[in-house]
């Protein structure tokens, strides 16, 4: 018996340590770009326009594949679908690195899809497997996905400064292929779940819920500014005047502080009736920080780890609204494919038309005043997807 206790949770700590290192594949692989779209603009001569789709190509990706990730688990497993998303980022990244614009672009979609698979699965895994834990272990990945993204994008710019960005962005090659490995002992783990999750009666029709559709806007309007900061941030302070090193520092500082949140939100939220408060706070902490941006540059570390703070938190809570509003694993991975096919879709729309307002005003006041109404948006649907409710 104590083997066998033993054995379960050598199997309990593996799943654990295999599911952080997906989700460092969630953010890494595409945000090392941002620090380094100088270089790739002039190398490749790029417009402003097209380094926005660059920026932007990888949301509309996961806005694609987000609603089919739950019927390829179904047919082919959780665990499975994950490890051949992680070969597809592990790919994506290569192709990636090779010298044209072609394989730039279409590098980046494998990315995408790859990332898209895990985005969505990954909550729906952890509401199958550890129902007693998901706030701590939302938190967790969370975390870990905002660490491996600062880490990334702090090491990219000295990277390049050695070796070109080529080079550099194939480093981060090693991500997804140390995550693999460490996934392969999960290949064979699904099967009777899986058919049994085929076999089930339909779900919820997630697409006619008005709560599902306030999930979704939740995390759209969120993810928004985020991913413009994430796309544009090292630009914006570069045109302040600060140096490439400094603004691939605070773009790298932005996703540490994303990962603070998933240090307190466990315990707070425990504390909660339910979760509308909270949402409010995150998406006020993000439009607070977008305006001071536009007004104060100067104090830029500052308005960077409170826009990580408050993009952090928008990002566990819609995480959690994910698996708080429903009852059952396969509702969750319908409702996480709705949430993140819109939530991306609103978010890639984010970098385009924010280099395209940039374009036309000759500067990023109005384009920020636009992303801070914006997160208040947020704020606002956070108020109608907090309730303590279920689908």
């Not at 339909?202 to 309007?221: E, K």
């Not at 909660?272 to 949402?279: C, E, F, P, V, Y």
């Amino acid at each position: 018996m104590k083997t066998l206790t033993k054995n379960n949770n050598w199997a309990t700590v593996s799943l654990i340590a295999a599911i952080l290192l997906v989700a460092m594949n969630l953010r890494v692989p595409f945000t090392v770009v941002a620090p380094v779209l100088p270089w790739i603009q002039h190398d490749l001569s790029l417009s402003t326009t097209a380094v926005g789709l660059l920026t932007s190509l990888p949301l509309l990706v996961f806005a694609a594949f987000s609603p089919f990730a739950a019927s390829i688990a179904a047919r082919f497993g959780l665990e499975r679908t994950l490890l051949g998303a992680l070969g597809v980022i592990a790919a994506g990244v290569l192709i990636r690195s090779v010298d044209s614009v072609w394989t730039l672009y279409s590098g980046t979609v494998f990315i995408g899809a790859g990332i898209a698979l895990g985005n969505v699965l990954l909550p729906s895994l952890i509401k199958r497997d550890f129902p007693a834990h998901l706030v701590s272990l939302t938190g967790a990945y969370s975390i870990t996905m905002g660490a491996a993204g600062a880490i990334g994008s702090a090491a990219v710019i000295p990277l390049t400064q050695a070796w070109g960005w080529r080079a550099a962005l194939a480093m981060f090659v090693i991500v997804p292929l140390v995550a693999l490995l460490a996934w392969l002992p999960q290949w064979n783990k699904q099967g009777n779940a899986v058919g049994a999750a085929k076999h089930q009666a339909p779900g919820v029709a997630v697409w006619r819920s008005p709560l599902a559709w306030q999930v979704s806007l939740f995390m759209g309007l969120n993810a928004m500014p985020f991913y413009i900061a994430v796309g544009w941030l090292p630009t914006i302070l570069m045109e302040h005047g600060i140096s490439a090193t400094a603004a691939g520092s605070l773009h790298g500082t932005l996703q540490l502080a994303t990962a603070v949140p998933g240090l307190l939100m466990a315990a707070i939220l425990r504390r909660m009736k339910d979760q509308r408060a909270a949402a409010v706070i995150a998406s006020s902490m993000s439009a607070i920080s977008l305006s001071g941006l536009m007004l104060a540059p100067s104090l830029a570390l500052l308005w960077a780890v409170l826009l990580g703070f408050g993009c952090g938190a928008s990002m566990i809570l819609g995480l959690t609204f994910i698996g708080l509003r429903t009852t059952n694993a396969r509702d969750a991975a319908a409702l996480s494919g709705m949430a993140q096919c819109v939530g991306y879709l609103m978010a890639a729309a984010g970098p385009m038309m924010l280099g395209g307002l940039h374009d036309v005003f000759g500067g990023w006041a109005t384009p920020l005043l636009l992303a801070s109404m914006i997160t208040l948006l947020g704020a606002w649907a956070g108020m109608l997807a907090g309730r303590a409710v279920h689908l």
